[in-house]
C-alpha cells in the first residue's frame, strides 16, 4: 500500500472531496477513470457506427423496415420531449442525445471525437444517477443505441428539432472577439480594428452556422485590470442587465495565446467577472485563445518551444487564476485555440486549421453545443444545486489507512544497536574471509579470451563470478567493522579531536544542475556553484526551469543535516521549502536517534504541507534486543492535520535465524476524528546464501486492514533471484479479498538479446491481435 506521503502527492487537496458527481466539464478524478475505460469502449463502438454509416450510404445491409423502426422510435422520443405538459426527464435527456448526436453529425464531427464520448457518457451517467436514486426500472438508452437512432433520422430528412445557441463573449478590448464572431460566420458581420477599441456598446449579432441558429452578444473589450476596474466593472453591469431575461448557453472568455508573462496581471479582472455574475458564470465558460498560429517564444534552451507545451503552460496559468477567482480547484473549463487571420492555413476541406492539425472552427461549435447540451440536461435533473463548492483552502479528510501503513512501516534510521544497519544482520566476525585465500588468478585478455573452447568460457566467467561475490562481501565485512570502530573511538573523542579530524576533510564540488546551451544570466546554473565542505549543514537552492521567481534565481530552499552529537546520539534534519508568489510547500524530516545497550530510541518530526494545510507527525519509536535472534519495538506517532489529530500505536517483532531467515510481524492502530483503522502484517523472508551483496530472496507476507467496519485481507508473494551470471528475474504477485491483485514479472538481462526480441515480438503480436479485432468489429 502506498504510505501517506505518496497518497498525499498522488491526490491534489480538494479532488476527491466533490461530494457529487458533477457532470458538465468539471474534473472529477473518479469519473474521469471511468470515462477513460468506457471511452475505449465507446470508441469501439464508434468505429462500428461509423462503418454503419458507410453501409447504410451504399443501401446496402440496412434493412428499410429496421430504419423505419428506429425513425419512428426517434420521432416518438423527440415529440414525447416537445410535449411539455408530460415531461419525463429522463426521457427528455435521451432525447437530448439523439438531439447532440444530429448537431455532430451535421456540423461535421465524429461521433468519436473525445468530446462528443464524454457529453454523451456524462449524459448516460446524469441518467443513471437520477433513475437510481428515484428508483426508476427504466433501462436507459444505450450510447451506441442513440447513434443508430440520430444517424437514422438524419437520414430519413427528419427536422423536427429546433436548436439554438446563444453566446456570450467577453474579454479585453483586442483580444479578437469580434474578429472570431466574423470568423465563424465567414463574413465580416462586426467591426474589428487593430489600433483602437471597435466594439463600441454590447450589439447581438444572429445568423446562421451549418444550420444551426447561433446568436452572439458580442461586449465592449474590457481594459487591463491597473486602475480600469470602475469602468470595468460599469461595462460587466450593462451586460449583466441585458442578459437578465434571456441568459446564454455559452460564454467564451477570450484570451491571446501569444501575450505571455510569467505573472498573470489580469487576476482582479477576473474577480471582478466572477464578483459582477457569480461563480457559476465559469461552468458555461469556454476559454478561447486567439492568435494561435503565431510564432512560439524560444525555451532556456534557445529552441522555440513545442506546441503543446506552450498552450498547456498558458492555460494552465489561466485555470488556475480562474480557480483563485472561484475558489474551487474542480473547474476544468473547455479551451479552444483560433486564428482568426486572414492566411490562416487551410485543410483539403478548406476549413481553417492550427499549427497542430485541429480545424478550430468546428471545434468552437461542438464544444459550445456540448456545453449547451450538458447546461439543459443539468437544470433538468436538478445537478447544478447538488454541486457543492469546495474552496481551495478547505482542508479534506485524510485517509486513515495511509497513515497507518506510513506508522506500520519500518523506519530506515542508518543507526543500528550494535554499531550495523539494524535491519541488516551481521556476517559473524569470525567467518573466514575466503577471499583472501584465494589462489591468484590471471586475468585473460580478449584475444586470450577468444581463444577459449566454449566450456573454458564458462568456467572461467563462473570463476570470475564467485571471486567477485566474495570480495564484495570481504568489502561488506570490512564497512561494518569500520563503523563499528569509528562509533567506539567517537564516544571517547574530544571536542578537538573532532575538529583535526572534519579538518582534514577535502571541499567537493557538488554536481551541477543541467547548464541551458544558450547563455541566460537569469539562469541560475550559470551563476551558483555549490560546494559541499566540512560542515555538517548542507544548503542548497532548489530551481525548478518551470519556475517563476527568475529575479532570485532559486524557488527553493534544501537543507541537510547530519550530526553525531555523542558516539551514541545521532540527530539529522533534511527538508525543502519552495515558495512562489502564491504558493508556498514544505517538507521537512528531522530525528534524533538514541543506542543504549541493546536498545535503539528514535524520535521524528516530518512536516508536510498538503494544500494550504501543513501536516505534522511525531513519532517514537523503541527497539531493543531481548535474544539474540530476536528484536521486539513498540511506536507511537500523533499526527495533525490541520485541526483534526490522529494518535496511533505499533507493536513489531523480528525474529532472525542465522543470516538467511527473517520473520516481521506487527500490528498497529490509528484513531482520531470519530474514526479508527486497525491493521497488521506478517512477512517471511527467505535471502540468497550471497545475502546481502546479491539480493536475492523470496519474501511471502499476509496482512489485514479494518476500516469503517470493513474488513480487508490481503496477501503477496515476491521472489528476486538470478538466473546464471548475466540475468536478474522478479516475480511479484498479489491479492486481496476484494479480488482486487496485481501480478508482475521481470527479467533483466546484460546478454541474450534475444530476450528483448521475444519481449518485441510479444508485443507487435500484441497491437496485431488488437488490430485485427477491431477490424473483425468494423467487419460485423
Ligand atoms: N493574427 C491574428 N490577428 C487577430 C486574431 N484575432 C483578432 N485579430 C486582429 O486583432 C485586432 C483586434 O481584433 P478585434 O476583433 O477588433 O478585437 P476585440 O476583442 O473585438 O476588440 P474590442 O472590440 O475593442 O473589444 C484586429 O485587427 C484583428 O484582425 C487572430 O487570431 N490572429
Known amino acids: 500500500m502506498m504510505n501517506f506521503k505518496e497518497w498525499l502527492s498522488c491526490h491534489s487537496i480538494s479532488k476527491s472531496l466533490l461530494s457529487t458527481r458533477p457532470f458538465s466539464f468539471f474534473y472529477d478524478e473518479s469519473s474521469e477513470r471511468e470515462f477513460r475505460h468506457h471511452g475505449t469502449m465507446d470508441m469501439v463502438t464508434g468505429a462500428a457506427i461509423s462503418s454503419e454509416r458507410t453501409l447504410s450510404e451504399n443501401q446496402v445491409n440496412v434493412s428499410s423496415a429496421h430504419e423505419q423502426s428506429l425513425v419512428t422510435e426517434a420521432s416518438a422520443l423527440a415529440q414525447y420531449n416537445s410535449n411539455k405538459g408530460n415531461k419525463d426527464p429522463l426521457t427528455q435527456v435521451e432525447a437530448f442525445q439523439i438531439s447532440f448526436l444530429r448537431l455532430v453529425q451535421r456540423i461535421g464531427q465524429s461521433p468519436a471525437n473525445p468530446v462528443v464520448l464524454q457529453v454523451l457518457y456524462r449524459l448516460e451517467l446524469a441518467s443513471l444517477i437520477r433513475a437510481a436514486e428515484s428508483n426508476v426500472k427504466k433501462p436507459g438508452l444505450k450510447i451506441d443505441k442513440a447513434r443508430a437512432l440520430a444517424l437514422a433520422l438524419e437520414e430519413s430528412g427528419h427536422d423536427d428539432f429546433d436548436f439554438s445557441l446563444k453566446i456570450l463573449v467577453l474579454g479585453k478590448t483586442g483580444v479578437g472577439k469580434s474578429a472570431t464572431v466574423n470568423s465563424l460566420f465567414d463574413e465580416a458581420k462586426v467591426t474589428t480594428n487593430a489600433f483602437r477599441p471597435s466594439t463600441k456598446g454590447i450589439q447581438q449579432v444572429v445568423g446562421t452556422i451549418k444550420g444551426i441558429k447561433v446568436t452572439f452578444i458580442d461586449t465592449p473589450g474590457l481594459l487591463p485590470s491597473n486602475n480600469n476596474q470602475r469602468r470595468n466593472r460599469k461595462i460587466l453591469i450593462e451586460v449583466r442587465k441585458f442578459i437578465r431575461k434571456s441568459p446564454p448557453d455559452v460564454v467564451l472568455y477570450f484570451e491571446r495565446l501569444d501575450f505571455y508573462d510569467r505573472v498573470y496581471y489580469d487576476f482582479p479582472l477576473l474577480k471582478l467577472i466572477t464578483n459582477v455574475f457569480g461563480s457559476s458564470i465559469w461552468f458555461n465558460t469556454i476559454l478561447v485563445m486567439t492568435h494561435s498560429s503565431s510564432p512560439l517564444p524560444e525555451g532556456m534552451d534557445g529552441y522555440p518551444v513545442s506546441y503543446e507545451e506552450f498552450v498547456g503552460q498558458r492555460t494552465k496559468l489561466l485555470q488556475s487564476y480562474i480557480h483563485q477567482a472561484v475558489s474551487n480547484t474542480q473547474l476544468e473549463n473547455p479551451v479552444l485555440l483560433a486564428e482568426n487571420h486572414p492566411m490562416c492555413m487551410k485543410n483539403s476541406k478548406g476549413e481553417k486549421v492550427l499549427p497542430n492539425g485541429q480545424a478550430w472552427l ?38 486513515l489507512p495511509h497513515l497507518l501503513s506510513s506508522l506500520l512501516q519500518p523506519r530506515s534510521t542508518g543507526t543500528s544497536i550494535d554499531g550495523n544497519d539494524f535491519q541488516v544482520d551481521d556476517l559473524s566476525d569470525g567467518e573466514e574471509d575466503e577471499y583472501d585465500q584465494l589462489p591468484p588468478i590471471r586475468i585473460l585478455t580478449k584475444a586470450q579470451y577468444q581463444q577459449l573452447s566454449r566450456l573454458q568460457k564458462n568456467a572461467y566467467l563462473d570463476e570470475l563470478d564467485y571471486r567477485e561475490t566474495l570480495y564484495l562481501k570481504k568489502q561488506w565485512r570490512a564497512e561494518i567493522r569500520r563503523n563499528k570502530e569509528s562509533m567506539l573511538s567517537n564516544s571517547g573523542a574530544s571536542e578537538s579531536s573532532e575538529y583535526e579530524n572534519s579538518s582534514s576533510h577535502e571541499v567537493v564540488q557538488l554536481p551541477d544542475m543541467a547548464i541551458p546551451l544558450s547563455f541566460d544570466s537569469n539562469c541560475p546554473s550559470h551563476r551558483y556553484r555549490c560546494l559541499l565542505g566540512t560542515n555538517e549543514w548542507l544548503l542548497r537552492p532548489v530551481v525548478d526551469s518551470q519556475g517563476w521567481d527568475h529575479d532570485v534565481c532559486f524557488d527553493g530552499i534544501s537543507l541537510d543535516f547530519s550530526k553525531q552529537i555523542k558516539g551514541n546520539l545521532t540527530a539529522s534534519v533534511a527538508g525543502q521549502m519552495r515558495k512562489d508568489k502564491v504558493d508556498f510547500s514544505i517538507q521537512s524530516d528531522s530525528g534524533v536517534n538514541f543506542v543504549h545497550g541493546k536498545c535503539l530510541f528514535v524520535s521524528s518530526l516530518d512536516i508536510l504541507t498538503a494544500g494550504k494545510a501543513l501536516v505534522c507527525t511525531f513519532r517514537g519509536d523503541v527497539k531493543f534486543k531481548n535474544l539474540n535472534c530476536n528484536s521486539t519495538g513498540c511506536g507511537l506517532s500523533l499526527t495533525s492535520f490541520g485541526k483534526m489529530h490522529f494518535i496511533g500505536a505499533k507493536l513489531e517483532d523480528s525474529i532472525s535465524l542465522g543470516r538467511r531467515f527473517k520473520l516481521v510481524a506487527n500490528t498497529g492502530c490509528l484513531v482520531g476524528n470519530s474514526q479508527e483503522t486497525y491493521g497488521g502484517s506478517v512477512e517471511a523472508t527467505i535471502r540468497g546464501k550471497d545475502f546481502p551483496v546479491r539480493d536475492e530472496k523470496v519474501t511471502v507476507a499476509a496482512n489485514f486492514l479494518t476500516y469503517d467496519k470493513d474488513m480487508v485481507l490481503g496477501g503477496s508473494f515476491q521472489t528476486d533471484f538470478r538466473v546464471g551470471r548475466v540475468a536478474k528475474m522478479s516475480l511479484n504477485a498479489n491479492m486481496n479479498s476484494r479480488s482486487l491483485g496485481q501480478i508482475s514479472f521481470k527479467v533483466s538481462t546484460s546478454e541474450h538479446f534475444e530476450l528483448g526480441l521475444i519481449t518485441a515480438v510479444s508485443l507487435i503480436q500484441a497491437l496485431f491481435h488488437k488490430r485485427n479485432k477491431s477490424h473483425e468489429w468494423e467487419k460485423t
Open 362 to 399: 468546428s471545434q468552437l461549435l461542438l464544444l459550445s453545443i456540448s456545453t449547451k447540451v450538458l447546461g439543459d440536461a443539468n437544470s433538468l435533473l436538478k445537478f447544478q444545486n447538488s454541486f457543492q463548492f469546495v474552496k481551495s483552502d478547505s482542508i479534506r479528510q485524510p485517509s
